[in-house]
T-cell receptor, first 115, second 113 residues
Framework: GQQVMQIPQYQHVQEGEDFTTYCNSS?????IQWYKQRPGGHPVFLIQ?????EVKKQKRLTFQFGEAKKNSSLHITATQTTDVGTYFC???????????????FGQGTILTVHP | DTAVSQTPKYLVTQMGNDKSIKCEQN?????MYWYKQDSKKFLKIMFSYNNKELIINETVPNRFSPKSPDKAHLNLHINSLELGDSAVYFC????????????FGPGTRLTVL
């Protein structure tokens, strides 16, 4: 079945360092969404990317969607302790795929920020 | 004011018991989901309903049975609970079938002893 792979599984950084998590799909995606889950919390939607090569920014967060729409990344500049949590990508297959209409979540990257 | 609510928040029970988790959304969304999150944080979709109709039914033991009495509610009943069912179960909703943002409930932490 369709898989969305996300790396790294864990990332420990010092406050102020940058952080990047990568997402790769075995098939072309219709769109990709990113979610953040704080420790003990629930996933919260961050952003959706739809177009090939799309780049979106939210303050210190930069999201990219690959030209082939098979990969994506989330980059955080100058991490803060409030960035702690698990970051998930979730990909939606193109129409016509057997899993159309179902978001497939990556395994998540657990980010720890040391003050 | 809570958009997606689940009850109970915690559930501790013995193996072999039957239990239910309830979910309600007040966002007016058409689609609702159940996800299971294991101890490694992996989020796996279990079921999805659109306007009370089952549209996604992943490879889940038939001990798990979802029920949607109306489009604002999606409940999950689990029969004959097993140790491996211990996880956090999240309900979510979206305006339509997956193309839109998903709003997650606070989760139900199920512990099977």
């Amino acid at each position: 079945g369709q898989q969305v792979m996300q790396i790294p599984q864990y990332q420990h950084v010092q406050e102020g360092e940058d952080f990047t998590t990568y997402c790769n799909s075995s098939t072309t995606l219709s769109n990709i969404q990113w979610y953040k889950q704080r420790p003990g919390g629930h996933p919260v939607f961050l952003i959706q990317l739809v177009k090939s090569g799309e780049v979106k920014k939210q303050k210190r967060l930069t999201f990219q969607f690959g030209e082939a729409k098979k990969n994506s990344s989330l980059h955080i500049t100058a991490t803060q302790t409030t960035d702690v949590g698990t970051y998930f990508c979730a990909g939606l297959l193109n129409a016509g795929g057997t899993s159309y209409g179902k978001l497939t979540f990556g395994q998540g990257t657990i980010l720890t920020v040391h003050p | 004011d809570t958009a997606v609510s689940q009850t109970p928040k915690y559930l501790v029970t013995q193996m072999g018991n039957d239990k239910s988790i309830k979910c309600e959304q007040n966002l007016g969304h058409d689609t609702m989901y159940w996800y299971k999150q294991d101890s490694k944080k992996f989020l796996k979709i279990m079921f999805s309903y659109n306007n009370k109709e089952l549209i996604i039914n992943e490879t889940v033991p038939n001990r798990f049975s979802p029920k949607s009495p109306d489009k604002a509610h999606l409940n999950l009943h689990i029969n004959s609970l097993e140790l491996g069912d211990s996880a956090v179960y999240f309900c979510a909703s979206s305006q339509d079938t997956s193309t839109d943002t998903q709003y997650f409930g606070p989760g139900t932490r199920l512990t099977v002893l």
